[in-house]
């Protein structure tokens, strides 16, 4: 299985997001468990089983299995963090801020792969989900950690992409 099988099921009208998975895939702003981990971060942060298959059999040569576990860590952390932290920046009533989250977010300290690659996946899965809090949260950990703003970049791109052809599969496949 390779990102080939996941473009050739793209139906004609999405052929610019084909083309765009192809320009990703041979990105060398990151380098490949960065890359690829935005890949899986972002499939596994929209969860449409076909592209989560196609792209996980695709990131699977590229990274650590403990790698592939940050990966999918950071969309699940980020997608509890993103909509909390988005409705905390969207409320008028500023009290919600000074409080406690209480929510357990442990992951984030100790991810289990390099800071720099969870915080470009946690990134991507941000702007996924629209937390322009959690967007910029994460932005300034990649800056502590020498991130460039092609790198930032590059993540953001790729979870747009695969943002993308997630819905774009999941419309096809509910018309089947």
């Not at 004609?12 to 468990?33: G, I, P, R, V």
């Amino acid at each position: 299985m390779s990102l080939d099988a996941l473009r050739d099921a793209l139906p004609a009208y999405a052929k610019d997001l084909s083309l765009n998975l192809s320009t990703l895939a041979a990105e060398t702003t990151l380098d490949d468990q960065q890359k690829w981990g935005t890949f899986l971060a972002s499939a596994y942060a929209v969860g449409t089983p076909e592209v989560v298959r196609q792209i996980e059999a695709a990131a699977e040569p590229f990274m650590t299995p403990e790698a592939r576990d940050a990966a999918k860590a950071s969309a699940a952390i980020m997608g509890m963090n993103n909509i909390y932290y988005r409705a905390l920046h969207l409320m008028h009533n500023q009290e919600y801020r000074t409080l406690p989250a209480r929510l357990r977010m442990n992951v984030i300290a100790s991810p289990g792969a390099p800071k720099l690659d969870f915080e470009l996946w946690s990134t991507a899965v941000s702007a996924i989900n629209g937390c322009g809090a959690c967007l910029d949260a994460h932005e300034a950990e990649l800056r502590k950690h020498g991130a460039t703003n092609v790198q930032v970049q590059a993540a953001l791109r790729i979870g747009a992409v695969v943002n993308a052809v997630s819905r774009v599969m999941a419309a096809e496949s509910a018309q089947a």
